[in-house]
């Protein structure tokens, strides 16, 4: 099976990981990369084994490739994802999709009229563990789900030469660049989230950003749920459900991070049941490689993306949904049309 190339922008610590990834992925080969920093750009190519190119346009247009992997700023999505499939490549984004709905909205369309794949990197759904609470759900294990509480926090230096610095350039803080990973697998696992109440503040950084986001959840089951992210707190990633028959506890030694591929390693499952408490076993996965190979399988024309456009929308509609609520200080039925798209 002949390996399929990809392009990568972005080399910054995340666009490193994915490169790593490629390298244990067979189906790929990373044929080149672009970086706004040359000196970044070639000492990333070098250590990657790849080719540094001189323009975004020259790596996406270069002649074995059919991917691009865009390991870049959320506002420059629309515009780097429509160009790539202009030239008809394959678009693999990071999450989110973008930061509002109308980009998000015109990236699956860029996509779809092109005809090429798009996959969003949701990747956290696909770890171990999660698969592992998937398939307890599905069984009936924890019975009739009633209430969800989930936390992704990592604490960062926030200075003003990142673009996560910034109010319009990082709507949302850390809800929407840690949360959203939660607010994906809570919808994987639960059903479709209906309407959400969102609360925001700046406490402790110096960033124009709120550095602390909680959102209640109402999904359409009638479960309700809880979903909060810090950007000043201590790393910390659990997901927590609450059943008629039993609870679910997820929780995961993020003293590991950013090494994603021990966080099954570092992850604990424990069931609850009323007659005392079991430890669930799982198989490890590595949650970076398991999506580069579906956006290789993709390309081939072997499936179609778990986490594409209508999977990134539903869980950046969560947190959009927030951030209006917060705004006008009410809940918010998450259907488009009431959520500001600017």
Not at 8 to 13: R, W
Not at 78 to 85: G, K, N, R, V, W
Not at 176 to 191: E, K, S
Not at 280 to 293: A, G, H
Request: net charge negative; hydrophobic share 40%; aromatic share 6%.
């Amino acid at each position: 099976m002949s390996q399929v190339g990809v392009a990568l922008i972005g080399p910054g610590m995340w666009g490193k990981k994915l490169a790593a990834a490629v390298r244990q992925t067979p189906s790929l080969r990373l044929a080149t990369c672009f970086s706004r920093s040359e000196t970044q750009g070639q000492a990333f190519a070098a250590e990657a084994g790849c080719e540094a190119a001189p323009s975004f346009e020259a790596a996406v247009e270069h002649p074995e490739v059919q991917g691009v992997l865009l390991v870049t700023p959320n506002q420059v999505h629309a515009e780097q994802a429509a160009a790539c499939a202009r030239r008809g490549k394959h678009v693999f984004v990071e999450k989110p999709i973008a930061d509002t709905l109308a980009d998000g909205r015109a990236i699956e369309a860029a996509c779809r009229t092109a005809g090429v794949v798009l996959l969003v990197g949701h990747a956290f759904r696909r770890l171990g563990a999660a698969r592992k609470v998937k398939e307890l759900l599905d069984s009936g294990s924890l019975g009739k789900v009633v209430l969800a509480e989930a936390n992704f926090s990592l604490p960062g230096s926030l200075t003003p030469d990142k673009w996560r610095f910034y109010r319009e350039t990082c709507p949302g803080g850390p809800l929407l660049q840690l949360g959203i990973h939660h607010a994906d697998t809570l919808q994987y696992w639960l059903g479709p989230i209906r309407r959400v109440q969102g609360s925001f503040a700046r406490l402790v950084t110096p960033a124009e950003i709120d550095d602390v986001g909680t959102v209640l959840l109402e999904f359409e089951s009638g479960a309700r749920g809880v979903l909060s992210s810090s950007y000043v707190s201590p790393k910390t990633f659990y997901l927590r459900l609450y059943g008629s028959e039993a609870n679910l506890l997820y929780e995961t030694d993020m003293s590991i991070w950013p090494k994603a591929e021990q966080m099954d390693a570092a992850t604990r499952l424990t069931l609850q049941t009323k007659s005392g408490e079991e430890i669930v076993s799982f198989e490890p996965r590595d949650m970076l490689v398991e999506e580069l190979e579906e956006f290789a399988r993709c390309i081939r024309g072997e499936g179609s993306p778990e986490t594409g456009a209508e999977a990134a929308l539903a869980a950046l509609r969560v947190i959009q949904g927030a951030i209006t609520s917060h705004q006008h200080g009410q809940i918010i039925p998450i259907a488009d049309e009431n959520i500001a798209v600017s």
